[in-house]
């Protein structure tokens, strides 16, 4: 999570420099630390990071109050205390702390909160102050109060809103900074909430068709796995002692066992590394580029995760169009909102620089892309033809958000099925072993 920053120097005229920023780490900080020094010839002489403090006053009736103050010091939050009249307190730094960051819901309950109330004609400010009271997640609280002091104090909106990208995420804390100078706050924070309440609902639906039946073969597998290596051996070995024949699928259930208990280690390798290795690589760029652009390959799912992430990018992109006074802004703003990586290189190496050096047109750029569908790339074009490319941006994210919505919820029953007949054929197996063991019988002598 990230944490502000504040430093102090000597500017080049000998003067006092006082700032503060947002970074993700120490290091990063002290990266940009670097570049400020040497951007504006500064010679820093203290770089400090906002803490938290525990503090207990007593109170002149003998009464304690405790409560928790962010500060760079020691020092500012007892001035502060003095500052409201009292001298009679112990303050320490808090040793363990664990941020948590706020949820999607939470974020979402609080735009369109704000959206309802900006209708109700009250000021940003006093919205801002009144959820920051009511918000139980520290850090968002903490969040929303600073956001309301920066931007009391003048500054810009998209810059303070970009500050804090780690606890709306990305795309929601630019509109957000975008809606500050709009004219029509309560209306782009409306679109912000939709496009979040959509790509919510689009997660969930990708996870109720891909990781809950993996969670669900997993713990078929592991459940037949440990009943063949762990459970069976116990009984079907007691006639082995005896020396007495086994029926053809006890004995190759129990051959399996054997193997499988001699050999496990060398499966659980086999798996764990690669894996571990496809992991760690998906976590590099060229390595979530890869991933994305085979996922849209994937049978039954793939040409639904495409979709959606089209669908994304055009809702981002009739969000902010017009508004953003950029377009090929919007475009990159669009391209990176997307959730996939693919999509995200292609536009931005290719359509961008199509349109910025070549003079290429917009869906002329689009479609060298190569990542659009031809449904897509004609809407497009008529609405480039017919001067209504913002309609016709926005009529494409409606008609995937209704296709995928369709086809995924059938995909999900249709995976369900799959994978209940696949538990069915594991009971089934590990039954007729078991009972082909009640079978066997001492040979008669």
Sequence with gaps: MAKEYRFKGVGPDGKQVQGTFMADSGKAAKEQLSKVELRYQLRIQSFETKKDWFYNVVLPNKKKVKGRQSAYSKEEVAAALRKMGYDKFTINPVLFDIPSKPSLPDIMIFIKLSSTMLRDKMSFGKILEMLAEEQPNRGFREALMQIESQLKAGAEGREVFNRYQHIFGKFPAYMLGLA??????????????????????????????????????????????????????????????????????????????????????????????????????????????????????????????????????????????????????????????????????????????????????????????????????????????????????????????????????????????????????????????????????????
């Excluded at 497009?380 to 490319?389: K, M």
Aim: a neutral charge; proline letters at 4%.
């Design 180 to 445: 500050t100078r709009s004219g029509n706050m309560a209306e782009v924070f409306d679109a912000t909430a939709k496009f979040m309440e959509r790509d919510m609902e689009i997660q969930k639906n990708i996870k109720k068709a891909l990781v809950s039946p993996m969670f669900a073969l997993v713990a078929t597998i592991g459940a037949t796995v440990y009943y063949i290596v762990d459970i069976f051996p116990s009984t079907a070995e007691m006639f082995l002692k005896y020396d007495m024949p086994l029926p053809p699928l006890t004995e190759k259930t129990l051959n399996a066992s054997h193997w499988l208990s001699a050999y496990w280690w060398t499966l659980l390798i086999g798996v764990a590394v690669p894996v571990l290795i496809i992991w760690r690589w998906w976590s590099t760029p060229k390595g979530k580029i890869w991933r994305d652009r085979n996922m849209v390959k994937l049978p039954l799912v793939g040409h639904l995760i495409h979709k959606s992430s089209i669908e994304i990018y055009f809702r981002v992109f009739g969000t902010i169009y017009g508004g953003a006074g950029d377009n090929i802004e919007t475009i990159r703003t669009a391209a990176e909102a997307c959730r996939n990586a693919w999509m995200e290189d292609r536009i931005k190496r290719i359509t961008i620089p199509s349109m910025l050096k070549d003079g290429v047109g917009f869906v002329e750029a689009m479609t060298a892309a190569e990542v659009f569908t031809r449904t897509t790339l004609t809407r497009l074009r008529t609405g480039q033809e017919t001067g209504t490319l913002l309609q016709s941006a926005q009529q494409i994210a409606t008609f995937y958000e209704a296709e995928t919505t369709y086809k995924m919820n059938n995909l999900v029953e249709y995976i369900q099925t799959i994978v209940g007949l696949v538990v069915a054929i594991a009971i089934t197996f590990l039954t007729v072993v078991s009972a082909e063991i009640a079978t066997i019988s001492p040979p008669t002598m």
